[in-house]
């Protein structure tokens, strides 16, 4: 079965300082990774995602992930904290031939101090 | 060029009514995915339509919940005699192809209230 846990649900860094937000999945196959974020009383809008090419993946606004298989991760990364990055990050997982589904975890919230 | 719209934003019901949430995918995507975000919890997957078919309904409960995706117009969850566990945001997706890696694009979600 494939799972994602991140780690902290809640994460706090000042503005300027680097950004990491942890994503581990378990999946017997090789997954497919996604980044989300989420806005308050918004959707989800799509930040990055690795599907089999490079393990080091870049996104929009300055984010960055990378695929580690030994570790079974992908935490998110931004070397530099902006106000406007404050938000919920869901990461989340698919996988080829079990369907279409994404499997997501619990979300971190994000907050930048000033 | 918009994007997944649903409606409507915000809905409040009372026990025993019934919730209707509608999603209109982003042009030229026929795969919709209905996902349910319960409070400080990720969303959790509840059906796959394509057009005029339910292709996993895995996710969703077995009594009171149902959905269509036909032919012309939008997509329909459908939540009869609701009880106030099913206060949650419910977020429709769409995707153009339903390979596993694609990408699949948000709504801004319906967030449903029982009383």
């Known amino acids: 079965a494939q799972s994602v846990t991140q780690l902290g649900s809640h994460v706090s860094v000042s503005e300027g300082a680097l950004v990491l937000l942890r994503c581990n999945y378990s999946s017997s196959v090789p997954p497919y990774l996604f980044w989300y974020v989420q806005y308050p009383n918004q959707g989800l809008q799509l930040l990055l995602k690795?599907?089999?090419?490079?393990?080091l993946v870049k996104g929009i606004n300055g984010f960055e992930a990378e695929f580690k298989k030994s570790e079974t991760s992908f935490h998110l990364t931004k070397p530099s904290a902006h106000m406007s990055d404050a938000a919920e990050y869901f990461c989340?997982?698919?996988?080829?031939?079990?369907?279409?589904?994404?499997?997501f975890g619990t979300g971190t919230s994000l907050t930048v101090i000033p | 060029n918009a994007g997944v719209m649903q409606n409507p934003r915000h809905l409040v019901r009372r026990r025993g009514q019934e919730a209707r949430l509608r999603c209109s995918p982003m042009?030229?995507?026929?795969?919709v995915y209905w996902y349910r975000q319960l409070p400080e919890e990720g969303l959790k997957f509840m059906v796959y339509l394509q057009k005029e078919n339910i292709i996993d309904e895995s996710g969703m409960p077995k009594e009171r919940f149902s959905a269509e995706f036909p032919k012309e117009g939008p997509s329909i969850l459908r939540i009869q005699q609701v009880v106030r566990g099913d206060s949650a945001a419910y977020f429709c997706a769409s995707s153009s192809t339903r390979v596993s890696q694609e990408t699949q694009y948000f709504g801004p979600g319906t967030r449903l209230l029982v009383l």
């Open positions: 989340a997982v698919s996988v080829k031939n079990t369907g279409n589904q994404f499997y």
């Open positions: 690795y599907t089999s090419a490079a393990t």
């Open positions: 042009k030229g995507h026929s795969h």
